[in-house]
């Protein structure tokens, strides 16, 4: 990660930063990443893509909630969104971040909520994704995905290619099966638990999508939207049996979205609603600091 991406992600964690961006003038520029702040506006952003031939998956926004309370109040909203899935028909699943659920706070809660979330999918046609957050819980949330996928499988899980514990958890989690998620990582890490230079990040994400796209047992989700990586998979695809997907974030590269779908590539594309966009909003702005000028225009009404 770049230090200016360490920049942007320090001083938006601030308080007083967090509290001008949510309160002023941060929604209008969320609202380009975010599909809105109600279930109603994701099933209607979740048929749009449908019907443009991408799947989804639907990120009900939060995490670190500090109350069970809260906890079991996220539960309950990704059980109202899996069955707004199976009412209306969308080919979407659900990414949901397990320090939402209450890792953390009480675990075995945590662990009986996902278990509730597979248990509905299920129910559902459908599938749950475990996204992965920052590398004080990588361990923690491998366990608690473990001990629910070896019940259900019907889960996934998120791994992230700048963490040199990667390779070691992926062998451990493809054992489970299920579908899982290669990214590159948002979060900011020291060097003695992430790779640090883009080069080594990306030479990671290439040998771990290649060992990914070779197990036939798991569904490789490929989540870039890097061409370079991207190529690299789509020349190995056709050696594969099983299922594969790319996945991109919604508001990202559209064109070249678009233009994956139409060569004829399975894409899925992450759909995040709700009205806790703050954290979610600053990854996106440090991964791209460019991004940074949408909070400038937004502020000077533009
Ligand atoms: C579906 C999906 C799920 C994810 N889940 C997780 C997760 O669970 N845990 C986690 O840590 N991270 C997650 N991420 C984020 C991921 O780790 C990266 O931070 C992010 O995808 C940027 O990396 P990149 O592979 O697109 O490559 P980059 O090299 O960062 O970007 C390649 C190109 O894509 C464009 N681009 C990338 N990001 C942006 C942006 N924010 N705004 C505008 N343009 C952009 C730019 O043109 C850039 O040059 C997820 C990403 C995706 C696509």
Not at 162 to 185: F, N, Q, S, W
Not at 252 to 262: D, I, P, S, Y
Request: hydrophobic share 45%; net charge neutral.
């Amino acid at each position: 990660m770049s230090l200016l991406s360490r920049l942007i992600l320090r001083v938006t964690g601030w308080g007083w930063v967090r509290s001008i961006f949510t309160r002023r003038f941060g929604r209008r520029v969320a609202m380009r990443f975010v599909a809105g702040e109600t279930l109603d506006d994701a099933v209607a952003a979740t048929r749009a893509l449908n019907a443009q031939g991408f799947t989804v998956s639907l990120d009900h926004l939060g995490e670190h909630v500090t109350t069970t309370d809260e906890a079991i109040g996220a539960r309950d909203d990704y059980l109202a969104c899996i069955e707004a899935i199976r009412a209306e028909h969308l080919d979407a699943n659900v990414s949901v971040k397990l320090s939402q659920l209450g890792m953390g706070l009480d675990d075995d809660l945590a662990a009986a909520s996902l278990e509730a979330l597979a248990v509905a999918a299920a129910g559902a046609g459908t599938t749950v994704t475990v996204d992965m957050e920052e590398s004080a819980v990588t361990g923690l949330t491998i366990d608690l995905y473990e001990r629910v996928q070896r019940r259900y499988r019907n889960l996934g899980l998120a791994l992230q290619a700048y963490l040199r514990r990667t390779p070691a958890d992926l062998e451990r989690v493809m054992a489970l099966g299920g579908h899982i998620r290669l990214c590159k990582g948002a979060y900011d890490e020291p060097g003695d638990v992430a790779l640090e230079s883009k080069a080594e990040v990306n030479e990671a994400f290439d040998r771990l999508a290649a060992v990914l796209m070779a197990n036939q047992d798991v569904k490789p989700a490929i989540a870039s939207h890097d061409e370079e990586r991207i190529d690299r998979v789509a020349g190995t695809a056709s050696a594969r049996r099983g299922p594969f997907e790319f996945q991109m974030l919604y508001g990202v590269r559209g064109k070249f979205q678009a233009e994956l779908v139409a060569a004829g590539h399975p894409l899925r594309v992450y759909v995040p609603y709700g009205d806790s966009w703050y954290p979610y909003l600053t990854r996106r702005i440090a991964e791209r600091p460019s991004n940074v000028w949408f909070f400038a225009r937004a502020l000077l009404g533009r």
